[in-house]
């Protein structure tokens, strides 16, 4: 990646297209190279890939592909063996302010008590400055951001709801106001569909869809079902076996691709508007452990494993 | 209004300054327990409270022995048995039962050590039962000054960290994602843990100092959904709890058998378990009246219950 070049004062279109290839040229999230060996097994094996501000990318890959060890790297959780994770934050033109960016997170596991004495409006509160010292005073200005926040993810009605009395998707919705509300420009999610039912899911996407539109926040979102997703994806990162594919959908949910990607053949079939990427025939045996992986539910015993 | 009091309580009360100080002792460590014992609950770390308290139970026989103030004993002991705690690895889900065991059961056999030394060499003070079940109103004046001055501190230490702990407490992997460190945090939590449940023992004993830690939280949890109102609701029942017991006690002195007070710990502890039995009662008559929005009323949270008791010759 070299830095853009110097200044010219060209004319407007050039201006923009030129605006345009820095931004790509300067990515809010660069991962480069990274491999990460956890317990003597390789977990991530020279991945690279790169997000840019506003774009939204899905990490696609079955369980056990790497998917929450790439997010911790990001997230500096877990130290990466080789290859680097640059965060830099850039201005509307696409220059790196030299800050890092700042980043969200929603975790894939949360278990909050029943019983915790936790609303969900506290937990959003906590995401504006739960690392500042002191119990937070009320003010009008936090309530109302909070307020602001809670109706951004269709979550006002049950704002006074304690946290671990909400269902799966109602607690996402809490932890994405959490993440959000601190202002990120990268948003990670782990597997925020998983345990979800297909409406939820679709509530969910469409919410994180309109938020990384609206307020220009990079979504770094994982998943082993990518069909929910691709409507709304820009990017795709597909992960197997430690290893990472990068592009559009169309660059990467390719027979040829996931082929080298998962080291045998298999055929991306297109079945009414769903993607179902398949193994292909006499290969099943190699498969076996893979049942269950990226299309979570939608194969049924047929003679073909779904991936 | 005084008349009033005179009437309900047996005279005397007013003019004891053992009451005075049992009042004033009670109410600083029914303070700082209420809000330390909080976060044990909402962390999951009610068995180191009670824990630590038990080992406090070496600490006072320790200090028995060498002839200085319990409240000394249950302190140098409490902080230690944190230290170790946090060396063998209660950060983590699976080490936190561990780590507090292990600590458990070697204090407790120092405990018994102790306890049997001070039977020999001071076989009048009566260590054993003032030490396990607390005595109040034998806590000499000059133990005000520094045990509300370490109130104070594990007071402080829970305020001043109040949302990055509530954060921890309620997800640890925020926290970690956030940047908090929560391995320090932690560290942090620990000692405000070991002088709050010190606090506590010198009013109601180490053994019953989990009532007073783990009781109120519990019954405010259940009273309010809000964490900042949750503690102040929890410092009230457990003031309000001490308060009464101590006045109880000192009633006591003229029930049968008469000349006999009964123990305040025993009031103090009874007194608790009541306001946690109460406490489920506003929201059982709201999910009668308005039917189950939010249906499943989960697990109550864990109470003390102690069916353990260490046997100690004494």
């Keep these: 990646m070299t830095e853009p070049s110097e200044q010219a004062k060209p004319a407007d279109a050039a201006l923009m297209a030129a605006d345009a290839a820095r931004a790509a040229e300067a990515p809010l999230l660069a991962v480069e190279g990274v491999s990460v060996r956890l317990g003597g097994r390789e977990v991530l094996h020279d991945v690279s890939f790169a997000v840019g501000a506003g774009q939204f990318t899905g990490l696609i890959g079955s369980n056990g592909a790497g998917k929450t060890t790439l997010l911790r790297v990001i997230l500096g959780l877990t130290a990466a063996d080789s290859g680097t994770v640059r965060l830099a934050a850039a201005n509307g033109a696409g220059h790196h302010t030299g800050q890092r960016a700042r980043v969200g997170y929603v975790p894939q596991k949360f278990a909050f008590d029943s019983d915790m004495p936790m609303r969900a409006r506290d937990l959003v509160a906590l995401g504006i400055d739960a690392q500042r010292l002191g119990i937070a005073l009320p003010s009008r200005r936090r309530r109302e951001r909070v307020e602001q926040m809670l109706a951004a993810v269709d979550a006002l009605a049950f704002a006074d709801t304690r946290i671990g009395s909400l269902s799966g998707g109602e607690q996402q919705r809490v932890l994405i106001a959490h993440a959000l509300i601190s202002r990120p420009q990268l948003l990670l999610l782990d597997e925020p569909l998983a345990n979800l039912d297909l409406a939820s899911a679709q509530g969910v996407v469409a919410l994180l869809a309109r938020i990384c539109a609206e307020q220009g926040i990079a979504v770094l979102i994982s998943a082993h079902e990518m069909n929910p997703l691709l409507p709304v994806l820009d990017r795709i990162v597909y992960l197997a076996h430690g290893r990472a594919a990068s592009g559009t959908t169309q660059e990467v949910v390719r027979a040829d691709v996931l082929s080298r990607l998962y080291g045998r053949h298999v055929d991306v079939l297109h079945v009414h508007g769903r993607v179902l990427v398949v193994a292909g025939a006499g290969d099943d045996s190699d498969l076996e452990g893979h049942e269950g992986g990226v299309s979570g539910g939608s194969h049924s015993g047929g003679a073909e494993v779904v991936l | ?314």
């Design chain 2, 1 to 314: 209004m005084k008349a009033v009091a005179h009437a309900l309580l047996e005279p005397g009360f007013f003019s004891s300054s053992q009451v005075h100080v049992a009042v004033a002792v009670g109410a600083a460590a029914a303070v700082v327990a209420a809000a330390v014992g909080s976060f044990a609950v909402l962390r999951g770390q009610s068995f180191a409270g009670e824990a630590l308290g038990d080992i406090g139970a070496t600490g006072g026989a320790g200090a028995f022995l060498v002839g200085v103030g319990p409240l000394w004993g249950f302190l140098a002991m409490g902080s230690a048995a944190a230290a170790v705690m946090e060396l063998v690895g209660i950060q983590r889900a699976r080490g936190r039962d561990l780590a507090t065991g292990i600590v458990l059961a070697v204090g407790l056999g120092l405990a018994a050590l102790f306890f049997s030394l001070d039977a020999t060499y001071h076989p009048t003070t009566g260590a054993t039962q003032t030490i396990l079940f607390g005595s109040i109103f034998a806590v000499p004046g000059s133990t005000v000054a520094p045990a509300i001055a370490l109130g104070a501190l594990a007071l402080a230490i829970v305020v001043a960290l109040h949302r990055p702990l509530l954060l921890v407490s309620a997800s640890p992997e925020l926290a970690a994602a956030r940047g908090l460190p929560v391995r320090a945090l932690g560290a942090a939590y620990l000692l405000a843990l070991a002088v709050s449940v010190a606090l506590a023992a010198l009013t109601i004993g180490t053994i019953l100092s989990t009532a007073l830690l783990v009781g109120p939280p519990a019954a405010a949890m259940r009273l309010s959904a809000r964490p900042v109102r949750a503690m102040v609701i929890a410092a009230l029942l457990g003031v309000g709890a001490v308060w009464l017991g101590i006045a109880l006690s000192w009633d006591s002195f003229y029930w049968p058998p008469s000349g006999h007070g009964w123990p305040v710990s025993f009031f103090v502890v009874a007194l608790v378990v009541v306001f946690y039995g109460l406490a489920a009662l506003p929201r059982a008559w709201r999910s009668r009246r308005c039917g189950q929005r939010h249906g499943a009323p989960g697990q109550p949270p864990t109470m003390p219950a102690r069916g353990r008791r260490p046997a100690v010759g004494g």
